[in-house]
């Protein structure tokens, strides 16, 4: 079965400091995976996707995510929070032409 | 950059009304999703429209329908509104054939189910 795991439900952290946020999928061939971020009452905005290729992508605000097949992890990282990247964020696969299994999400807060 | 439009961006209606969700996707894009989001959960696959034909559906309730128009846009047609469908449901427009389809959300429409 298809499905996406994000393990921790809240984060919290410093302004400054660095993000890491866990996913964990489970699919038959490799996915197409995405990170999309929400703030309160807004839509969804993409930060990054991996498709093939280079595990390691870039994506907006200054964050990355690794793709690791052996542990079947896409986690998004950012080595320095900025109170702006308070939201919850949504690990999220797709098998191609298809829709879209969210994770359950990450709420971020972000301490001054 | 154009995006996904949706309206309205909130509606109010009362038990056994119903709705109906408009959808803009990005100009050139040719395939459309709908999903359903209730308050602190993930978004919800609902249904999706690949020019013009329903591609794949998911967890859509019988008392809702929906569409895609010659010019691309969407509607989704909910009747016999029950309070739970209380929820945030988003669009989102990709373009098939690039070999990377990503899925732009539009803002949403908040409904809400009195």
């Known amino acids: 079965a298809q499905s996406v795991t994000q393990p921790d439900i809240h984060i919290t952290v410093s302004e400054g400091a660095s993000l890491e946020l866990r996913c964990n999928y489970s699919y038959g061939a490799t996915p197409y995976l995405f990170w999309y971020v929400q703030s309160p009452g807004q839509g969804l905005q993409l930060l990054l996707k991996?498709?093939?290729?280079?595990?390691l992508v870039q994506g907006i605000k200054g964050f990355e995510a690794e793709f690791k097949r052996s542990q079947s992890s896409f986690n998004l990282r950012k080595p320095s929070v900025h109170w702006s990247d308070a939201a919850e964020y949504f690990c999220a696969l797709s098998g191609g032409y298809n829709k879209l299994i969210f994770g359950a999400g990450t709420r971020l807060a972000v301490h001054p | 950059a154009a995006g996904v439009i949706q309206s309205p961006r909130h509606l109010i209606k009362e038990k056994r009304e119903t709705a109906t969700l408009k959808c803009y996707p990005i100009p050139r894009h040719d395939t459309v999703y709908w999903y359903q989001q209730g308050p602190g959960q993930d978004p919800q696959f609902l249904i999706s429209f690949y020019e013009k034909m329903q591609s794949d559906k998911g967890s859509i309730p019988d008392r809702f329908s929906a569409q895609q128009f010659s010019d691309y846009h969407s509607e989704l047609n909910m009747s016999s509104l029950e309070l739970g469908d209380s929820a945030l449901y988003f669009c989102?427009?990709?373009?098939?054939?690039?070999?990377?389809?990503?899925?732009?959300f539009g803002p949403g429409t908040r409904l809400l189910v009195l």
């Open positions: 989102a427009s990709s373009l098939r054939g690039t070999g990377q389809e990503t899925q732009y």
């Open positions: 991996y498709f093939s290729g280079d595990t």
